[in-house]
Structures are given as C-alpha cells and as structure tokens.
C-alpha cells in the first residue's frame, strides 16, 4: 500500500487482522478487505502481486452525490402573511458552512442573500434548519412575490421552484 510499498499480506499472512482480510476467490482470483476505512486508507495506490505479475489501483474518496430539491413549506399563501421555501441537500448528512449558499428569485437571478447575507433584511431571513436544510422566509408577502420562480444553490447544485398563487393556495386576509 501507498508509496512506501507497505507490505499488508504476503501469502495469507495478514499484518494487521483487524484491519484487512485476505480472500480467495475462484478463477486465480483473491480479494482484500480493509475493515472501518479512514482517510489514511484513501487516496492512495495498492497493489497486489502474483508471481511477477503485478496489478494497481488508485482508491479514492468519493465525492458526495448532492441532490438538492426546493419545496414551498406554506400550506397557505395569504398576503401579508409570511410563506417558508426549504432546501434540502439530499445526498449529505448537513450543511457545510465553508460551501456557498444562495437565494435567487425570477429568471434573472435576482439575489436575494448569499451565505446568509440578505440583500432585503427586512423582506427576507435565511435560516439553517435541521441538518442538511436551509429555508428562505418571505415577510409580508404581495402579488409581487408570487407567480414567479424561486431558486436554491447549493455549491454548485441547483433547485427551483415556481410559487402560483390560485385557488387552493390562496386565503385572502379579508377570509381568515
């Protein structure tokens, strides 16, 4: 293993049992095992030797797979109320605060806060939620702020999401 050629098995003699399993396989073939991998186990070139023939690869730490889905948390949209929008980073366990968040809203792009930086401070608040969420809340939201598209980053993924106002989401104030 690595570049010091660290010797891990040699013909079924483990090092360190804890660590690794030998295995033979049908087919002239063996396989090892690296038990409770760390990142000292990552990134790094094994090898495996039979005979004089030698074979290597490259183990390396995946990155994660974020998928990120936007959805619109208010039941309800009533003007002047407050409406909630939550993103969600499907794919990892929370928020890493070194990786840019952003809000937009409209097909320009207007930037709403980045980082939880708010342009509007008093018609916008970002908040981190539960642990791979963030939400964007709209204060006393108006006919401005609906029929339009709204969007998420997060690093370099994206969600959006189109708030319409009609008849099953909509109570006028005059109503409640």
Same mark, same amino acid.
């Given at each position: 293993?690595?570049?010091?050629?660290?010797?891990?098995?040699?013909?079924?003699?483990?090092?360190?049992?804890? @660590?690794?399993?030998? /295995?033979?396989?049908?087919?002239?073939?063996? +396989?090892?095992?690296?038990?409770?991998?760390?990142?000292?186990?990552?990134?790094?070139? *094994?090898?495996?030797?039979?005979?004089?023939?030698?074979?290597?690869?490259? &183990?390396?730490?995946?990155?994660?797979?974020?998928?990120?889905?936007?959805? =619109? &948390?208010?039941?309800?949209?009533?003007?002047?109320?407050? &409406?909630? =929008?939550?993103?969600?980073?499907?794919?990892?366990?929370?928020?890493?605060?070194? $990786?840019?968040?952003?809000?937009?809203?409209?097909?320009?792009?207007? =930037?709403?806060?980045?980082?939880?930086?708010?342009?509007?401070? @008093? /018609?916008?608040?970002?908040?981190?939620? +539960?642990?791979?969420? #963030?939400?964007?809340? &709209?204060?006393?939201?108006?006919?401005?702020?609906?029929?339009?598209?709204?969007?998420?980053?997060?690093?370099?993924?994206?969600?959006?999401? #189109?708030?319409?106002?009609?008849?099953?989401? *909509? $109570?006028? /104030?005059?109503?409640?």
């Amino acid at each position: 293993m690595g570049d010091e050629d660290k010797l891990l098995c040699y013909n079924g003699r483990i090092n360190n049992l804890r @660590k690794y399993k030998e /295995k033979i396989l049908t087919g002239n073939a063996f +396989s090892l095992t690296i038990f409770n991998a760390t990142e000292t186990d990552l990134n790094v070139v *094994y090898q495996c030797r039979y005979g004089f023939d030698t074979a290597r690869k490259w &183990i390396e730490v995946d990155e994660p797979n974020i998928v990120l889905s936007l959805i =619109l &948390i208010t039941d309800v949209i009533v003007f002047g109320g407050d &409406i909630i =929008l939550t993103c969600t980073a499907n794919g990892i366990s929370t928020i890493d605060r070194e $990786v840019t968040r952003q809000w937009s809203m409209r097909t320009d792009d207007e =930037l709403l806060s980045y980082n939880g930086r708010i342009n509007f401070p @008093k /018609k916008y608040e970002e908040t981190l939620t +539960s642990k791979n969420q #963030f939400s964007l809340r &709209i204060f006393k939201v108006t006919e401005e702020d609906v029929n339009i598209t709204y969007r998420c980053r997060y690093g370099f993924d994206a969600a959006s999401t #189109f708030i319409e106002l009609n008849k099953y989401n *909509y $109570v006028s /104030k005059y109503q409640i």
